[in-house]
């Protein structure tokens, strides 16, 4: 499976980005995973070829994990960004990440 994940930027605490993941397979459970700076990569997010989504507790109710199944296309919408949340995000496999990682995409949350 061959993954892109794209959308990432700098964006002011308290703002709003929409990450995308284009995946090369389909019917795949996917899911978005983040590693910060001196820490373990985290899952944050899956959802599965029906829809049906798993969120962390550190970002459930902030973000939101959708797919369009037609494009191939897996986002991670991300509202309410916290300091926290700077890291570089990767989208993958779910619930076992079971691809190459890939470069991923750098969210930077500025005060």
């Known amino acids: 499976v061959q993954l892109q994940a794209s959308g990432g930027g700098l964006v002011q605490a308290g703002g709003s980005l929409r990450l995308s993941c284009a995946h090369s397979?389909?019917?795949?459970?996917m899911g978005w995973y983040r590693q910060a700076p001196g820490k373990q990569r985290e899952l944050l997010a899956g959802?599965?070829?029906?829809?049906?989504?798993h969120y962390a507790d550190s970002v459930k109710g902030r973000f939101t994990i959708s797919r369009d199944n037609a494009k191939n296309t897996v986002y991670l919408q991300m509202n309410s960004l916290k300091l926290g949340d700077t890291a570089v995000y990767y989208c993958?496999?779910?619930?076992?990440?079971?691809?190459?990682w890939g470069q991923g995409t750098q969210v930077t949350v500025s005060s």
């Open positions: 397979r389909s019917a795949l459970s």
């Open positions: 993958n496999t779910f619930p076992r990440s079971q691809a190459s």
């Open positions: 959802i599965s070829c029906s829809g049906g989504t």
